[in-house]
């Protein structure tokens, strides 16, 4: 059974960059997507973006100029870097598998994520 | 800033169904997935392709959707059904995911 796991450090200063590692186990990296998703404390949930085992990326346009998500598939591993973080970035992150299909009717592509980490806590302060 | 609309808060007695609405130009445009978060815990694929569901998910859980709306559908309501529910769809025009704010279900 698929198992994922968020680490990286759990507080950093305004300004800093917000790392993160997703650990894959159980299972392959080397298919479907990879995400990040985030909630800030007593709010919902916010897609950060994701990306393939191929290293092909996308992003909420909201974080874009911030955000990087890279693969490591040697390592069964994918991550997550934020820069210029603010107060506001403060949230559980969570990495998910997602899995990408096609809407026959409409030729259009489609995610959902059928396996998520526990979630890591991060604070900037 | 959520795209797509839900009901901030439903509520209903145990053993009795509910409905959570999911509203959103994009759901008109591609399939649905609704997610379960159990108090203090991570979310879970509860709908997938607005109305399929994934091994271990009891089908007193339902999706459905018409035009611009989804619904999602629990009958049976336990007091372990109490959690925030969020649907989610795929922004094909801007690559993004697109979520709803989440609805808080309270089973009385």
């Known amino acids: 059974q698929m198992q994922l796991q968020e680490s990286g450090p759990g507080l950093v200063k305004p300004s800093e960059t917000l790392s993160l590692i997703c650990t894959v186990s159980?299972?392959?990296?080397?298919?479907?997507?990879w995400s990040w998703i985030r909630q800030p404390p007593g709010k919902g949930l916010e897609w950060i973006g994701h990306?393939?085992?191929?290293?092909?990326?996308d992003y909420n346009p909201s974080l874009k100029s911030r955000v990087t998500i890279s693969v490591d598939t040697s390592k069964k591993q994918f991550s997550l870097k934020m820069t210029s973080v603010t107060a506001e970035d403060t949230a559980v992150y969570y990495c998910?598998?997602?899995?990408?299909?096609?809407?026959?009717?409409?030729?259009?592509?489609?995610?959902?994520?059928?396996?998520w980490g526990k979630g890591t806590t991060f604070t900037v302060s | 800033q959520s795209v797509l609309t839900q009901p901030p808060s439903v509520s209903a007695a145990p053993g009795q169904k509910v409905t959570i609405s999911c509203s959103g130009s994009n759901i008109g445009d591609n399939y649905i997935s609704w997610y379960q978060q159990l108090p203090g815990t991570a979310p879970k694929l509860l709908i997938y392709e607005n109305t399929r569901r994934p091994s271990g998910i009891p089908d007193r859980f339902s999706g459905s959707r018409s035009g611009t709306s989804a619904t999602l559908g629990i009958t049976g309501l336990q007091t372990g059904d109490e959690a925030d529910y969020y649907c989610v769809t795929w922004d094909n025009s801007l690559s993004t995911g697109v979520l709803g704010g989440g609805t808080r279900l309270t089973v009385l």
């Open positions: 998910a598998r997602a899995i990408r299909g096609v809407n026959p009717s409409r030729n259009l592509y489609y995610y959902h994520m059928d396996v």
């Open positions: 990306i393939s085992y191929s290293g092909y990326t």
């Open positions: 159980g299972g392959s990296i080397s298919t479907s997507y």
